[in-house]
């Protein structure tokens, strides 16, 4: 059992930045890999980007390459994203989710592999 719980949603104009937080709580030794995804209204969830949580290797959708970045902390039971150079398009709920099955993939990218999610946070881009 993990418990994951999100912060550091807000509003920022275009351009600006944001650093979410999530920290995970419960049987983490058994996480593989923690993940931020995000959902607009009307749309799908869709993948932002990944971590394995023993490697530390990152991995990122396109559409956020080289201006979000994950990481993490605190004794590896906290998972940052920072985002910057927002636009838009990057306005959606924002979930955290943690992965505790075991593989062989390099990256998890599918809401389905993730076992484990938070209740979101908001995050808005004004134009």
């Known amino acids: 059992q993990v418990q994951l719980v999100e912060s550091g949603g807000g509003l920022v104009q275009a351009g600006g930045s944001l650093r979410l937080s999530c920290a995970a709580s419960?049987?983490?030794?058994?996480?593989?890999?923690m993940g931020w995804f995000r959902q607009a209204p009307g749309k799908e969830r869709e993948f932002v980007a990944s971590?394995?949580?023993?490697?530390?290797?990152?991995f990122y959708a396109d559409s956020v390459k080289g201006r979000f970045t994950i990481s993490r902390d605190n004794a590896e039971n906290t998972v940052n994203l920072q985002m910057n150079s927002l636009k838009p398009e990057d306005t959606a709920v924002y979930y955290c989710?943690?992965?505790?099955?075991?593989?062989?993939?390099?990256?998890?990218?599918?809401?389905?592999?993730?076992?484990?999610w938070g209740q979101g946070t908001q995050v808005t881009v004004s134009s």
């Open positions: 989710a943690a992965r505790s099955r075991s593989g062989f993939r390099y990256a998890y990218i599918v809401v389905s592999e993730y076992d484990y």
């Open positions: 419960g049987r983490t030794f058994s996480n593989y890999a």
């Open positions: 971590i394995n949580w023993s490697s530390g290797n990152t």
